[in-house]
């Protein structure tokens, strides 16, 4: 992000930022002036609660119900906090369960900054592991934690991550089906961790929601303290930076308020105050239904362009995601597209930038991926950004063959 700030003429895939051109202005100015206009004291530019608005609160646990019609709004409330973006509810949750030198299990790909944040705190991480497909392997799962065990390591494991819906950086969502493979392995193992569900995009789908339901519902998952994260950045303002999480279990929930307490008590009262209208105003809903297909519009303006200029031929290949910000591609088994790669640095020369995919992985880093992002630029700057990358592969393929 920096070196697209330095160079203009950089076309940045990197970052995960949202769409400038379709950010919610007049929905944000109708609240706002709401507000500022509403009878009684100006509370909303007082300091707020610590845990966050109850209004707020209600209607973001009223929505989550929605989603999954067999939650219960008043305990899912009861669990319901407000956070700076999810990222403060992912920092405060780890704090508070891990020391160094302790493992969290990670979806594999993973969010990355989720992953350095592990590293900073001295946390490992290590991998759920995946079939060719990407698809949990339970056998596998239930080998590496019988491992864990018999090496004496099972205390060490403090918690499981996963990002479920159309997830940063594989675009790919979790089944049921695999999140009770993966609760049913912890279980058997006596492992009665800890479990963290990261859904930041799941109302960023093109069409049609992702089925499956949360760990909140499931039922393998009912013995397990858990810590479902969502956030209203990606769908509505990133700018606003709120996000929320619910949390099954009171003493994990009271431990990270604590320490929320310390960072800041409370997040921004305004800026929740007027998420607060908006959602009460359907606001949220208007804005999903606009963005949506404008991020389907982009996500396509730049598989095509990579299709166009022949990324598959040079034995690249991305499957087109249904919903969330990102294209994950695989390059030739031979490739490096590592951060200090000689890869990375021609896109950087090229003009182009990409998240190299070897930051997202807890251990055993392949090297050959990349994280393509479609959220920031315009459509012909996606397909400028495309053809630059993809004279980049093509250089290489040439110079391998
Ligand atoms: C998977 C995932 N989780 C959490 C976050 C944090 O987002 P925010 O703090 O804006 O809610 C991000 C941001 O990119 C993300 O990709």
New binding site residues.
């Given amino acids: 992000m920096n070196l697209a700030l330095e160079n203009p003429k950089l076309l940045s895939l990197a970052a995960?930022f949202t769409d400038n051109g379709t950010l919610p202005v007049a929905a944000v100015q109708e609240a706002m002036t709401a507000l500022v206009r509403s009878p009684g004291e100006p509370e909303y530019l007082q300091y707020g609660t610590n845990r966050g608005r109850p209004g707020l609160r209600r209607q973001l646990s009223q929505r989550l119900c929605h989603l999954e019609p067999e939650l219960d709004p008043a305990q899912v409330n009861e669990g319901c906090f407000v956070t700076n973006?999810?990222?403060q509810a992912?920092y405060l949750a780890m704090q508070v369960l891990c020391e160094p030198g302790d493992i969290v299990l990670v979806d594999r790909p993973s969010?990355f900054?989720y992953l350095e944040m592990l590293t900073a705190l001295g946390v490992r991480a290590l991998s759920l592991p995946v079939d060719s497909t990407g698809v949990i392997d339970g056998a596998a799962l239930d080998a590496l934690l019988a491992a864990l065990v018999a090496r004496g390591e099972g205390s060490r494991v403090k918690a499981v991550y996963f990002?479920s819906y159309f997830s940063?950086p594989s675009a790919r969502s979790l089944g049921e089906g695999e999140k009770t493979v993966i609760a049913n392995a912890l279980a058997a193992a006596g492992l009665w961790v800890p479990a963290v569900e990261?859904a930041?995009y799941r109302e960023l789908y093109f069409h049609q929601p992702h089925p499956a339901a949360s760990i909140l519902t499931l039922p393998a998952w009912e013995r397990f303290p858990r810590l479902y994260l969502s956030?209203l950045?990606?769908p509505f303002a990133?700018g606003l930076?709120i996000?929320f999480g619910v949390c099954t279990d009171a003493d994990w929930l009271a431990r990270m308020l604590h320490v929320k307490g310390h960072h800041d008590f409370g997040s921004a009262n305004f800026n929740q105050a007027v998420l607060e209208r908006v959602l009460a105003d359907g606001g949220l809903e208007s804005q999903l239904a606009f963005i949506r297909p404008t991020y389907e519009r982009k996500m396509r303006a730049l598989h095509e362009a990579l299709e166009a200029e022949g990324l598959r031929s040079l034995a690249w290949e991305w499957k087109e995601p249904a919903g969330g910000l990102y294209l994950w591609l695989r390059g030739p088994r031979a490739l490096d597209t590592g951060m200090a790669s000689e890869f990375c640095r021609a896109c950087i020369e090229a003009g182009v930038l990409y998240v190299p995919g070897d930051l997202c992985f807890g251990e055993s880093p392949p090297r050959n991926f990349a994280r393509l992002s479609f959220g920031v630029l315009g459509e012909a700057d996606l397909r400028e950004a495309a053809r630059r990358f993809v004279g980049v592969a093509r250089h290489f393929s040439e110079q391998s063959a």
């Fill in positions: 995960g973006g999810s990222q992912l969010y900054v990002v940063n990261d930041a956030t950045t990606k990133t930076k996000g």
